[in-house]
Structure formats: structure tokens, C-alpha cells
């Protein structure tokens, strides 16, 4: 699973980090909006992070 927000976005950065997801790296100078160029943040969840960080937890409560 694969997120992309712009960096100057600290919100979606912080809702990314609440449910999880892990920043992956930046993507520079990626998006024109309104003639001006946005960096992007990927954040994502590999399936065996998922499984360490979501699976084994749980089992172990």
C-alpha cells in the first residue's frame, strides 16, 4: 500500500504516521499545480511489515 502527499502537507503526514504507514522517500520536484512544483512523500506498509507490526503484535496479547 502506497501513499503520496505533498510534503508541504504536514496533516497527511501526520494521519499517515497515525495508521501506520512508514516514509519511504520523497519524490522531487513531481507534481505542477498551478504552475508551481510539488514535492511528494511516499509512505507505505510492506506486507511483512504489516504482518510484524499488525499480526505478531496481537498474538502476543
Given amino acids: 500500500m502506497m ?3 505533498f510534503t ?3 496533516g497527511s503526514w501526520k494521519i499517515m504516521e497515525k495508521i501506520g504507514l512508514i516514509y ?3 519524490l ?3 507534481v505542477s499545480k498551478s504552475e508551481r512544483f510539488y514535492d511528494l512523500a511516499q ?3 510492506l506486507k511483512d511489515e ?3 507490526k499488525w499480526v505478531v503484535q496481537k ?3
Wanted: charged share 30%; glycine share 10%.
Fill in 43 to 45: 509512505d507505505g506498509l
Fill in 24 to 26: 519511504k522517500g520523497s
Fill in 50 to 52: 504489516y504482518l510484524e
Fill in 28 to 30: 522531487k520536484p513531481y
Fill in 59 to 61: 498474538t502476543l496479547l
Fill in 3 to 5: 501513499f503520496k502527499p
Fill in 8 to 10: 508541504d502537507n504536514p
